[in-house]
């Protein structure tokens, strides 16, 4: 009996003592495989790229606390949507290449071997960048074969149990461009117009189901990703006056594109009100003029040009004047009506146009006198010319004429020689002396003067 219970005990205790060293080892085990578990990883790992886009993946390794000397890595991508570009970026860990990475994008093949002299312990350390490019819509996965190995840093090449991480990316069809709008009513973005119902158009591109727009006073509005129509042209009617902005975008393949901009700049009012001034310059009967100064504001488009018109109010109404563009101060041309209308025309820059006008009176000039009044002119010589000589009959027929003879006689007179005195009388010779008759030097008698009462005729007869 004591034999059979100890044979019983001996059996338990040999169980429990297997079982205890069986646990021990299986314990031992799993926390050695535990310490030496590192991971290689991408970054990021999901992601959404469009269609013929390139972008880069990062590839990480944590040695969780070891020290490892050796990477090998094979990777695999779906090369029906993914390109590769480049294998690897400048930086890595990773200071002597075993081998050169290389890929095949027939394949979906990336190879990656190469050491760290001295190991390195990390947990985030930079292998490699790889550089795709989206090739075609749908999801695309990048994996880590099961014969890449990471090796521990003891000196025995020991493998290193490594979690291979996956990334799945998805590719996109690319957005829609920014739609092309035009407008045949306001064609250029930065020219006024005074038509305030603008019509916008614009072309439907392939694959293109949907428009979001609006229509504000803001440059850089963006539409929501609400579809507002499916048309490709708007009016709107009785817009109100200023710069206003059409923003749209289009929806393909359930992606909302860029939004385009269009400017609309609208003003339906003329410019402000004006009254023109006039100056008058008369500097003789044969120089007459006026000077026409205006000017006027326009508060949206503003004041593009003036033009003038001068009419002769004496004319008929169903005239129309002759419109020259000009600028202030503006000469008024010489008519020879006395008075002048002239009109003075302010355009905008959105082709509004204010008119405004002056009544002046000019001094006509000779020209214009003659061709106004020959008649009258031509009457008023000839009685001039009949008075003058009526006047020159009676001055010098009567009173005139009698002194002028006058005058002239005492102006002959008073050139008339004076008469030499006679000489004294010779006294009588003494008595009982002959006589002899005197005589001059030249042996002539003396000349004897009487006087002309005397004689009884004029020095004229004489």
Known sequence: MRGR????????????????????????????????????????????????????????????????????????????????????????????????PSYSNTNGTINFVGVVPGGINTTNGLVATITFKALALGDARISIASNSQILANDGQGTSVQTDFGSALFTIQPLPPDGVTVYSET???????????????????????????????????????????????????????????????????????????HFTIRIDTAPPAAFKPTAEMYAAAITSSKAIVSFFTTDTLSGVDHYEVGTINKNDSADISPAFLEAQSPYTVPTQSSKEVRVIVRAFDKAGNVRDEYIDI????????????????????????????????????????????????????????????????????????????????????????????SETGTSNENR
Not at 35 to 52: C, D, M, N, Y
Request: proline share 9%.
């Open 361 to 452: 009176s000019l001094f006509p000039t000779f020209a214009g006198l003659l061709q106004r009044y020959s008649l009258d002119i031509i009457l008023t010589l000839l009685l001039l010319i009949i008075l003058l000589l009526v006047s020159r009959h009676y001055l010098f027929k009567h009173h005139v004429l009698r002194h002028l003879k006058r005058a002239f006689g005492a102006m002959k007179e008073e050139d008339m020689p004076m008469p030499v005195p006679p000489p004294p009388a010779a006294l009588p010779p003494p008595t009982g002396l002959p006589t002899r008759p005197m005589v001059t030097q030249s042996g002539l008698p003396p000349i004897q003067y009487k006087r002309p």
């Open 186 to 260: 306001h064609p250029q973005q930065d020219t006024w117009y005074n038509n305030d119902t603008p019509v916008l158009t614009w072309e439907k591109p392939d694959g293109v189901t949907a428009y979001s727009y609006i229509l504000d006073d803001k440059p850089n509005t963006i539409p929501d990703n609400t579809q507002d129509t499916t048309d490709t042209k708007l009016s709107f009617p009785n817009l109100k006056e200023g710069i206003s902005y059409f923003h749209l975008k289009s929806q393909k393949a359930g992606l909302w594109g860029g939004t385009t």
């Open 5 to 100: 219970t100890l044979a019983v005990f001996l059996s338990i205790s040999i169980s429990i003592f297997a079982w205890s060293s069986l646990a021990h080892a299986q314990t031992t085990i799993n926390a050695n495989n535990l310490l030496q578990k590192a991971s290689v990883s991408f970054s990021p790992r999901v992601g959404t790229f469009q269609e013929g886009a390139t972008f880069e993946v990062p590839v990480y390794i944590d040695t969780k606390g070891k020290s490892i000397n050796t990477i090998e890595l094979h990777l695999k991508f779906d090369q029906r949507k993914l390109q590769v570009i480049s294998p690897a970026g400048r930086s890595s860990v990773i200071t002597l290449w075993v081998e050169a």
